[in-house]
């Protein structure tokens, strides 16, 4: 009967729209929205752990920004008392919008072909296209060969570009670009072997749709971490980085100590508030304290069938732990051993911290995976950092 009685757990899903239509429990972002549109850059670049709201986040923009949608989606959320705001933005614009966090393969032609068909399956998407007398004969192969699963790099390369100019030139307004997991690509052809390959490939397709493109209004990107500007990001014009140490935006990604306590309070599991604080509450984005939503999420959803159920880290069995072993392999093993019992015990260590690092030189010191532990959540900081000096705590 409980179950019954109360809206269901978004246990996985990052669709927003299934979430608002199948009466999903909600945790109400879209005031990010708003912050967006006062504050936006041409290309913005979110990094994050993973697990941490990012997909749920774009879904949500594109159900809000795209012509044709369901407006309906949006009643009774913050976002809908900006009545302005939402008369001249909502369902304004066409949006363009992948995720590349399926592009996991041990080698590079295969990891190509799933870009290709990530490519394929937004096309399908816009098939419509095929159908609008404002774009030509010429416009239509050009867009019928972004649905070929057989692409040269030139093609591929143009795609995203392409399919902004068409949709610009069909509606009559620039377009949103949404790129969900834009370095899960690398990340893998870095494990496998491939890195450079898929290096060229990822900073020509995003040359040519984020910086030479006329059509773009502005694009938002998603990732664990910033990757070194000369690596993929030469020649764009300054994308605004919003990592975990920035202000701007730090409570649209987690849950704050007073949503983790609306999400008690409405499944009544309140006395279950200090037991979620201590295992869950351990993050420091911008000036704001998080919970991790997957962990708070999983366990709420436990204890609606077990209120004894004991609580447990549902985050980190969510995917390798390969930069743990390298941590442990490259350490100096006195003096790191010794900053490691610090932490363990609720002690802070001070490192250095480098936002900017490429795949290839992730593990090349000690100093570099400190950074990147710090940056995929697996330690965060207290206090206020001086310079890049961050106080990290487990």
């Known amino acids: 009967m409980f179950r019954m009685e109360k809206k269901k757990l978004p246990v996985g899903i990052e669709n927003f729209e299934e979430i608002i239509t199948e009466d999903f429990y909600y945790v109400d972002k879209?005031?990010?929205i708003k912050d967006l549109l006062n504050k936006w850059s041409k290309v913005n670049l979110f990094t994050r752990p993973r697990r941490f709201g990012k997909s749920l986040n774009m879904s949500m923009l594109?159900?809000?920004f795209e012509i044709g949608c369901d407006k309906a989606l949006f009643d009774g959320l913050k976002i809908a008392e900006e009545t302005m705001l939402c008369e001249n933005y909502m369902g304004r614009f066409p949006v363009v919008s992948i995720s590349l966090k399926g592009i996991e393969e041990k080698d590079y032609q295969t990891a190509?072909?799933?870009i290709v068909k990530?490519?394929?399956e937004e096309a399908r998407r816009l098939q419509f296209l095929l159908e609008s007398s404002r774009l030509t004969s010429k416009d239509k192969e050009?867009?019928?060969?972004?649905?070929?699963k057989?692409?040269?790099n030139e093609t591929l390369v143009f795609s995203l570009r392409e399919l902004s100019e068409l949709l610009h030139k069909h509606y009559g307004e620039k377009v949103i670009i949404l790129i969900d997991e834009y370095d899960v690509p690398l990340a893998k052809a870095n494990e496998h072997g491939y890195y450079d390959q898929m290096t060229m490939l990822i900073r020509n397709l995003f040359e040519q749709t984020l910086k030479t493109n006329d059509s773009l209004y502005f694009a938002v990107l998603t990732g664990c971490l910033r990757v070194a500007k000369e690596s993929i990001f030469t020649g764009l014009n300054n994308p605004k980085v919003l990592s975990i140490t920035t202000v701007r935006f730090d409570e649209y990604f987690g849950f704050t100590d007073s949503e983790v306590k609306d999400i008690l309070c409405y499944y009544h599991l309140e006395e279950k508030y200090e037991q979620i604080k201590s295992w869950y509450d351990g993050y420091h984005f911008g000036n704001v304290d998080v919970y991790c939503p997957w962990d708070v999420i999983s366990y709420c959803d436990e204890l609606?069938?077990?209120r004894d159920a004991e609580p447990k880290d549902y985050w980190s069995n969510t995917s390798s732990n390969?930069?743990?072993k390298h941590f442990i392999e490259r350490m100096d093993k006195n003096e790191t051993t010794e900053e490691m019992e610090e932490l363990m015990s609720g002690a802070t260590v001070s490192k250095e911290i480098h936002e900017e690092l490429t795949y290839q030189g992730l593990y090349d010191s000690v100093e570099n995976i400190w950074s990147v532990l710090f940056m995929i959540g697996y330690l965060t900081y207290r206090g206020k950092p001086k310079g890049k000096i961050y106080h990290q705590n487990i």
Do not use: P
């Not at 050009?142 to 070929?148: A, D, V």
């Open 322 to 324: 390969d930069v743990v």
């Open 150 to 152: 057989e692409m040269d």
């Open 30 to 32: 879209t005031e990010m």
């Open 142 to 148: 050009l867009f019928s060969g972004l649905l070929e």
């Open 62 to 64: 594109k159900a809000f």
């Open 112 to 114: 190509r072909n799933l």
């Open 118 to 120: 990530v490519i394929n």
């Open 304 to 306: 609606t069938d077990d």
